[in-house]
């Protein structure tokens, strides 16, 4: 198994190139867009490819035959990546059955589950019913743009104004206080992965809704896809997708493994 340079990170494109699926993850990485690290199984033409987006989710694509990487992978993953302080969760998706039967018989005896994850496509039709949606914020609130001056003041969105990531975001502020926020996880192959957070105290009316609109009319001006995916047990987190021009698409299945499960 080698490592590869971020500058050599394009050699594995085409092994992704028919994902349908965590695309944007896969590619911020590729693209050099995210931090991530990219493994394969050797250096001219790699056939196989294990890929982490830092502080997200690890994948892997093309043979899943090749038994030696497979185990250098496998020990990677529980001697290397899982061993930081930050890294004590995996959640490893792959892009055909053939990958996932084979993960099943490398995980299963670290203790590794499958589970599934719920994801969307986005229909910009659906979404246009929403054109309206400015009217709807409440009188003393506003949209704000996440920008270089609120990020002084908000430490955790200073990645969002980081030109080489891509990134961006908007929130739903009450005079100085952050109701809602919406912004982009990731940009990877013209898409853009969503992550809303409301504050406790303010869910369930309606400002997650307003403050993704604002997102969701940005990604569209800037050529972007948006893509949502969550957890099947968000309730909400669907239902206000499905309210956005999301609409399901089948579950995708993970490989789930934790620190004292």
Partial sequence: MIELHTRDFHAVSSLFKKIEHNVALVFSVIEGNSPGRVFVDRLDTPSSVYLVHAGAFHHVAGSAA???????????????????????????????????????????????????????????TSFQAHAGWQEQIPKGFCIRHIDELLAEKQVVYKPLVEARSQRFGFCLM?????????????????????????????????????????????????????SWSCWPEREASCALAKKLGFEDRPNVPAHFWAKNM
């Fill in 174 to 226: 009450k005079g100085d206080e952050i109701i809602s926020v919406c912004q982009a996880v990731c940009v990877g192959s013209d898409e853009v992965e969503i992550d809303i957070h409301t504050e406790e105290k303010y869910r369930r009316q309606g400002y997650a809704f307003l403050t993704a609109c604002a997102f969701i009319e940005e990604s569209l001006q800037r050529n972007l896809t948006p």
């Fill in 66 to 124: 090749n038994d030696c990487f497979n185990q250098a992978m496998v020990s990677l993953i529980f001697d290397d990546v899982l061993s930081c302080p930050e890294e004590q969760e995996l959640v490893l998706f792959a892009f055909t059955e053939i990958w996932r039967e084979t993960l099943d018989a490398l995980l299963s005896p670290r203790g590794a589950i499958r589970i599934q994850r719920k994801v969307f496509a986005f229909n910009p």
